[in-house]
């Protein structure tokens, strides 16, 4: 390849990187959008199936159809606590559920709490 063939493609992919961050088009900022999305779930996917076993995955993908804001919280820690090395192999069922567990203490505590505050909101008056 040529020094000029190269600076063209260099020049090209310059001008299509500065089009797309000065949000070039709306359908370019919408695929680029929907493309960070599909990275992000698939980086989300890689994550979980290195930590979790498959009985484990197929609880939490069932949990995310009765209750997806709870499956997407524990999902969201158990990425967290990949990424942070929490995780030290592959968690099973039993030990997805240990965690599923303490998410649905916290939640209630949390509940709880909000409930409380609210009831003192409405005495006070």
Same mark, same amino acid.
């Given at each position: ?22 949000? +070039?088009?709306?359908?370019g ?5 929907e ?10 996917? #890689?994550?979980? #199936? ?13 949990l ?19 990424? #942070? +090395? ?8 039993s ?22 505050e609210?009831?003192n909101?409405?005495?006070?008056d």
């Amino acid at each position: 390849m040529e020094d000029a063939d190269l600076e063209e493609i260099r020049a090209k992919r310059l001008a299509q990187l500065q089009s797309e961050y000065r949000g +070039g088009s709306d359908i370019g900022n919408q695929k680029g959008a929907e493309e960070r999305k599909r990275e992000q779930d698939e980086m989300k996917n #890689t994550i979980l #199936t290195q930590v979790l076993t498959q009985s484990a995955r197929a609880r939490l993908n069932t949990l995310m159809i009765g209750k997806p804001e709870k499956g997407q919280m524990v999902e969201n820690m158990l990425i967290q606590m990949a990424r #942070t +090395g929490q995780i030290m192999g592959k968690l099973g069922e039993s030990e997805l559920i240990n965690i599923l567990e303490k998410v649905s203490e916290q939640m209630q505590r949390n509940t709880t709490v909000k409930l409380h505050e609210e009831n003192n909101m409405f005495e006070c008056d």
